[in-house]
């Protein structure tokens, strides 16, 4: 609902609106979060937070832009004060227009010359204007707002200025007979004695708003019983808010370390939540491509590959040069462009030489196999991870269908070729789908049946390329566990021992022990590194 109407509405509900000052979206928020019914958007502590007097030195864009913001970051009514309406009724003309159209509920319009001087400040120049002219800027804002409910609240100054009660009560009732939605009477007393003295003599149905700044110890309550139904806490916000900046400051330019504030200090969390970073975080997953930040990547990249000859002598293959760019950060690229940021690459041979920006670089065992090479990178498995064999190249869309499925094991299977591939990973699956593996609706329904070098009677390639959900991680890392406690050196599959062990043998295991393992068909969009000819390929094939 629109700030104004709530307002509205809340005046037709027992008690006094409370309204707290602020200056921009955070203490707007904080405002809100305190339980009052709107936000001041005070000229006084927007003044002093752009770190100037509150004397008409801040434009009327200025403010507007300031109760702008507290409008969108609050979600509950804003009161503006527009100080004199920054001119005389032409200017107020303007400003109604703009205010208005900003969503802001309510505006305050004080009886101060242009340029207005705060009502605090001693010692200055103080006029007030004529009251016709005031009148004149009341039927002004009257006659301009589009929306009844956008109220108008008239302010004497008549007490700060010294100018005594009865003229006061006579400003106020010219401008309740203006039509103004409410009177603010503001006063300098260090006692409630006047403001409650105006609202006995009151005798009109415009109600009362008051600014208790400087009397201090009227409660609300009292407030309300003399007929005020707005109470404005004007600057207490922005004022607490100097005060703990200063200790802090000073403890850090004392102490020169953060702890030394920490106790002082809201936690990081507390301000993502005020700000909406769990809704951005919503956000992220609704609307941008799959990915980001919760899913990470682990590339294997320890092996020595001798068949590339002088190619590999003094770096592994993750760094073979492919067009200018080391075989990693292609595939690097191809993550970062689905989204997925957080990369680990487990290295071996020639690990020192493995270098890309962003890529967190795991040494492994070099006596040991590819699957004790992933489990160095165990504890990264510890959410939704991409695995991928560190010597192919694989496109971005391949990234995305993966990315797309929703199987807690997810690997991805090349149809073409199975069976003049020798001495590849491949496998047999089973499903709902036609014989060839293919589905028309693209949905995964297929389930791995077997994995394993040179397999009679595979249906696919297995192309070294799977995705893991969080609970699937934990499945890999408790199976291979489970595994080293029966005997690190006992055979598995097709490996002799566990330390030799490839994934394929992890994934037979899994297999066998019932867990299902889904199958995303490609036909393209992928590349095995291992000879000098795919070498060659890739050259004339990556962009
Ligand atoms: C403001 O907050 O800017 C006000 C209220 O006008 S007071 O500072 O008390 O005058
Ligand atoms: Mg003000």
């Not at 009227?218 to 707005?230: E, N, P, Q, Y």
Request: charged share 25%.
């Amino acid at each position: 609902m629109e700030g104004s109407r709530l307002l509205r509405a809340r005046m037709g509900q027992p008690g006094p609106l409370l309204v707290g000052g602020a200056h921009d979206g955070l203490s707007s928020i904080l405002v809100r979060e305190a339980g009052f019914d709107a936000v001041w958007a005070s000229g006084f502590e927007i003044s002093a937070a752009h770190g100037v007097p509150d004397a008409n030195i801040l434009t009327m864009s200025d403010n507007l832009r300031a109760a702008a913001v507290m409008v969108e970051a609050s979600g509950i009514p804003v009161v503006a004060d527009c100080d004199n309406g920054y001119g005389n009724a032409i200017n107020v003309i303007h400003t109604v227009r703009a205010y208005e159209r900003e969503g802001i509920a309510a505006i305050c319009i004080e009886d101060n010359v242009f340029p207005k001087r705060c009502s605090f400040y001693a010692g200055v120049k103080r006029e007030l204007a004529p009251v016709e002219e005031h009148v004149g800027k009341i039927k002004a804002c009257l006659d301009t707002r589009r929306n009844d409910d956008f109220a108008i609240i008239a302010r004497t100054e008549a007490l700060i200025a010294g100018w005594g009660m009865d003229e006061a009560l006579l400003r106020g009732r010219a401008y309740a007979d203006a039509g103004a939605d409410f009177v603010l009477i503001h006063s300098k007393s260090p006692e409630a004695d006047e403001v409650l003295g105006f609202a006995e003599r009151w005798d009109r149905e415009t109600p009362l708003v008051c600014v208790p700044t400087i009397y201090k110890s009227a409660k609300a309550s009292v407030l309300a019983d003399a007929g005020f139904r707005m109470i404005i806490y004007a600057n207490h916000g922005l004022r607490s808010s100097i005060k703990a900046m200063r200790e802090a400051f000073a403890l850090l330019v004392k102490d020169q370390m953060t702890g030394a504030v920490e106790h002082m200090v809201v936690p990081l969390n507390d301000v993502y939540e005020l700000i909406g970073v769990p809704k951005m975080k919503r956000e992220e997953r609704d609307y941008l491509p799959a990915g980001g930040v919760d899913v990470g990547a682990v590339l294997l990249a320890a092996g020595a590959s001798p068949e590339l000859g002088d190619l590999v002598k003094d770096r592994p293959k993750a760094m073979l040069d492919i067009k200018g760019k080391p075989l990693i950060a292609h595939q690097m690229s191809a993550l970062n462009a689905a989204g997925i940021k957080d990369i680990s690459a487990v290295v071996g041979y020639r690990h020192e030489a493995v270098k890309a920006t962003n890529l967190k670089t795991i040494v492994a065992d070099s006596s040991g196999g590819e699957l004790e090479s992933l489990m160095r990178a165990a504890s990264d498995l510890d959410r939704r991870t991409m695995i991928a064999y560190g010597d192919i190249l694989f496109d971005t869309d391949l990234v995305e269908r993966l990315l797309q499925t929703d199987g807690d094991i997810v690997v991805v299977v090349d149809r073409s070729n199975a069976s003049e591939r020798p001495g590849r990973d491949l496998v047999k699956t089973g499903g709902d789908e036609g014989a060839n593996g293919r589905s028309l609706t693209g949905r995964q329904t297929d389930t791995l049946e077997a994995i394993a070098r040179d397999l009679p009677g595979a249906n696919g390639e297995w192309i070294g390329m799977m995705m893991v959900s969080a609970d699937g991680a934990k499945k890999l890392v408790a199976t291979y566990e489970d595994l080293v406690g029966k005997g690190a050196d006992k055979p598995l599959h097709q490996a002799k021992s566990l330390k030799e062990a490839a994934l394929t043998d992890l994934l037979q295991e899994l297999v066998a022990r019932g867990a299902s393992i889904r199958v995303v068909d490609t036909y393209k969009g992928w590349m095995e590194i291992d000879t000098f000819e795919d070498y060659r390929r890739a050259w004339s094939q990556v962009d």
